[in-house]
Every structure is written in C-alpha cells, then in structure tokens.
C-alpha cells in the first residue's frame, strides 16, 4: 500500500512538472511579449527594453523557466497587468462567488443523478429508464451557455420572476435576493453535470446488481430496499466517488461558462475577461494552478478508494 | 425493446446525412446571401420571408444558421480525425511496446488531462491568431489523450490473446501483428470514440465562438452567432434561439449514433465490462 501511495505521488509530481513546462511553453510561444498584446499602446523602445530587462524576460528560456518556477515556489504569481495587483489576491476577492455558485450545483447534480440512476437501474428497460435515457442525452447535448441563455429569455425577459445577471442586486444584501440570483446559473450547470453522473451511476448500479451476492441477497427474503442501501450503493459508491473526482475539470468548465452567461462575479468570468484581454500573468497562474488543482484531487481520489475499499489496500 | 435501440441509431444517421447535405449544398438551401445585409430590416421577427427572423444587419438568420452548419460539420470532423489518429497512433505504440515508450506516453496523456480543455482550448486561442485550422487543432489537441489511453487499453487485451502470439509464431513483425491483426480488432471501441469525439469538438467549436476566441466574423458560425445574439436577448427572442437548437440538433444527432453504436458493440447487459472503469 505505501508502495502504491509512493508510486502515485511520484506520478503526479512528473505530471506537475510537465504541466509547469508546457504551460510556460504556451506562454512563451505567444507572439512577440505581453507589452505588444495591446497593439494601440505606443511605447519608447527604450523603455519597453528596460522593461523587459527588469522582469528578466531578456534571459534565455531555460533561466526565464527556472526564475518563474522559484518566484512560484515563494508565492509569488506576478501581478495582473490589468489591474496591477498581485494575481493570488484577485483570486481570492473572487473565490467565494464561485464557490457559491458550483458547490450547491455540484452537490445537487450529483444527490440527484444518485437518486434517479439508482431508480432507473432497479428498473432497467422500463419507461422510466428509457426516458431518463433520452433525457439525458439531450442534457449532453445542450451548448450550457446556450441553455442558459435560454433560461434568461424565458424567466428573466419572457416572465420577469428572476434576476438575469450579477449575484445581488444594488443596496439589497438579503439572503433571498442572493438565492434568486442563484437559481438559473445553478440551473443550467445541474442541468448539464447531472446528465453525466447519471449514466455512470446507472450503469455501475447495474453492473453490482448482476453480481452474485445480489442474488443470494434477494433469494434470502431481504426488502428491496434494505438491499439497496446495504449491498448496492456501498458496492456502487467507490466507482461514482471516482467519477466526482474526476469530473472537476467539468465543474471548472461549467463555472467559466456560467458565469461568463450570467455575470457572475467570480473567478470564472474573471478568467475569461483575463483571456480575452491577454492578461497573460493571469492566464499563466490560472492554468498553473488549475491543473495542480485538477492533478492533486485525482491523487486525493486515489486515497479517498483505499480508505472506502479495504479490498485495495491488499491488492497492491 | 432491440427495435427501439435501433432506431435510435437510425435516427441520428439520418439526422446527420441531412445536416451533411445542408452543409455541402448550403447555396441551394439558403434563400438569402449570409453577408447581405439590410438596413431598413434588422431584427425582423420570423416570417414568411425570413424564416429565422433577421439579425441586428438585417441579415437573414436562416440563411446563416445554414451556412453555419459548413464550419461546425467541418471543424468537428476535421478535430476528430486529428484526435482519433493522434491517440490510436500512441496509444498503441504505448500498448503494444510498452516499458519507456508506455511510461512516456501515458505520462503525457496524464498532463494533457488535468488541464480543463475548455481553459486550454481558451488559452490556446487567445494567443495565436484564431484560423479554421487553428480551432481544428486546439480542439484536436485537447481530444487526443483520452482516445490514447482507450486505444492502449485494447491494445493490452489483444496483445495477450492467443491470435496474437500465433502470428509471431509463425514470423511475422511486430508491425505486421500491431498493425494488420491489433489494430482492425479494436476497430468498435475506437469508432464509438470517433462518434463521441465529433459532438464534443462542435460543441467545443461553438464555445469558443460564443467567447468571441473562435472562428472570426463575417463568417458565420452557430457560436459567433450566438455572442453577437447576446446583447438582443431582451428584444428578439429568435436572434439567440435557432443558432443554439442548430447546435443542440447536430450535437444530438452525433450522441443518438454514439449510443446505437455503444449499445450494438458493448451493451449494458455485459456489466462485467463496467468494472474496468473503477480498478484502471
């Protein structure tokens, strides 16, 4: 088991690595430098070489890489060139707007499409199942942002009951007054995410309920019930926590496309004006530690299975 | 029940012949010039001349939503072969050789896939000038990793059946077994992959489009539609609505076949396969 742990830490330190080299590779491969991203500024060469001197961005790559990568280690991620402050504080100005927004939506999809996978798998070929079935596919189908605008039309303009943007309105801090703004943006990421947890939580329900222990459960007389919260789920669980896991470069995803529609003010829509805008600083930090972010919960993910399965941790 | 499966099958064939005649033949079926505009009807409702409505130039929507089908047809196609035949090539040189070129690979799929390919592919665009070709290849290059590690996962299986070790047996290369007896095996598992990959580069397309990072105006696109529908939602209701059903249409279409595929070549009563997904 330690052997296992250590192999996969090593793991993810050579993929952080190679995420940090690519990222600066993109970067660099930008043309010309980011003084150049606004074409309409008119700058003294002289000066721009100044400039360049004094952020290093004269040396070679590899020295350039290395002096990023220790300013990194010192917490140090630039400052954004748009609002010329550091990058981590913008960040985190923004993170509870968003951590507002996608961790009801996250923990709603997912209660949901446990609930009704669940239903449609003890119920496989019926019509409940061939419904959700066709549901949803047509849920993986929708552009989010497009179903979003959609929402906005119909219960924003069409039918004026809900608030088509930002997260509160002016001089009104009421708990509800956030609430209402919540509803369509949690709408439409929900609508999205809970269509695929529920094909992976259908097809895992029914890959346990053909085993054998379901049988003999079934042919001992226990309730239907009790043996899909004694034998099914707690069989089901460990494949549907990988799922959840994994599916956080989605919720990513999601959250800049939500809030990109629905204005809100969060670290998404920040991202998305920063790129827009070639704020590469930012765009550098956010890719940075999006993917350390994404490769440390699959390394999370990977210890949460050796403490719910005990079968694991004699496997290796 | 097996007819019903079927036809779902069907249906998204036939949905996606027709878009691909719609898209090839779009001059026939546009009764209007994409690019004209007309100052005195701009954002006309849907009517007997335009089907669509018109948009803030007074171009017709119809005829637009049409000619966008050109660029998310050929994007989505164009963005899956690249992927397809990026991660068949690794994956299977990962598969069948394994040791250094396995660990390299695999390494390098892991990296591709902790970044959010939405973020990626933003990025990605935000810095080069943003060309057909260039969209093509940011979606692509986001899409290959998962099909590498399918492909060297079958690779894996076929490699320790029998067949195989029967043909090098009787002296055939390493190529020759990899190429001619490994490949066309895993020919199902790679088409459900493709079938996925298509709806997935489209949508990815139209994304990047609604952002204002995809393929650039005049030419039409459901996604650059769709950004310059946003600011009339409020007014025009049908500005924002065709351009997106067009894209919900074809991305449908593509997951209907997907699925009659996925369900004629590993259906759900082999749930034994499922547990492959969890032990890696």
Sequence with gaps: MIRLLLNRLWQTAIVLFGVSVITFIIMHSAPGHPLQANPELRLDPTAVERWLELRELDEPLPAQYIGWLSRMFRGDFGKSLIYNRPVPELALERLPATLLLTVPAFLLALGLAISCGTWAALRQGGFVDRLLGLATLAGLSLPSFWLGIILMMLFSYGYPWLPASGMRTAENSSVSDILAHLVLPVTMLVAGSFSYYVRYVRYTVLAVLSQDFIRIARARGFTELYIVFRHVLPNASLPIVTVAALSLPQLFTGALVAEYVFSWPGIGRWIVTSTLARDYPVIMAVNLSAAALVAFSNFLADLLFLLIDPRLRFKA | ?280
Excluded: C
């Design chain 2, 1 to 280: 029940m097996k007819r019903q499966q079927g036809a779902e099958l069907y249906l998204g064939i036939a949905l996606i012949l027709l878009l691909t005649v719609l898209a090839v033949f779009s001059p026939l079926f546009a009764n209007y010039d994409p690019h004209q505009t007309d100052a005195k009807r701009w954002l006309q409702s849907p009517g007997e001349e335009h089907f669509f409505g018109t948009d803030r130039l007074g171009r017709d929507i119809y005829s637009r939503v049409v000619y966008g089908a050109r660029v998310s047809l050929a994007v989505g196609f164009l963005a899956m072969l690249f992927s397809i035949t990026v991660g068949t090539a690794l994956g299977a040189l990962a598969g069948y050789f394994g040791g250094f070129a396995d660990q390299l690979i695999m390494r390098l799929t892991d990296i591709v896939l902790v970044y959010p390919a939405m973020l990626l592919a933003l990025t990605l665009a935000a810095i080069f000038e943003p060309a057909i070709w260039l969209v093509v290849l940011v979606i692509g290059a986001t899409g290959w990793p998962a099909v590498a590690r399918l492909v060297r996962g079958e690779i894996l299986r076929l490699k320790s059946l029998e067949f195989a070790a029967a043909s090098r047996m009787l002296g055939a290369s390493h190529w020759r077994v990899l190429l001619i007896h490994l490949l066309p095996n895993a020919f199902g598992p790679i088409l459900v992959a493709a079938t996925v990959a298509v709806p997935a580069a489209i949508l990815t397309e139209a994304g990047l489009g609604y952002f204002g990072l995809g393929i650039q105006p005049p030419i039409p696109t459901w996604g650059n539609m769709l950004r310059e529908a946003q600011n009339y939602i409020r007014h025009a209701w049908w500005y924002a609505t065709f351009p997106g059903a067009a894209i919900f249409i074809t991305v449908f279409a593509f997951h209907l076949m997907g699925e009659g595929f996925r369900q004629r070549l590993d259906p759900d009563s082999q749930p034994g396969r499922g547990r492959r997904a969890y032990y890696h």
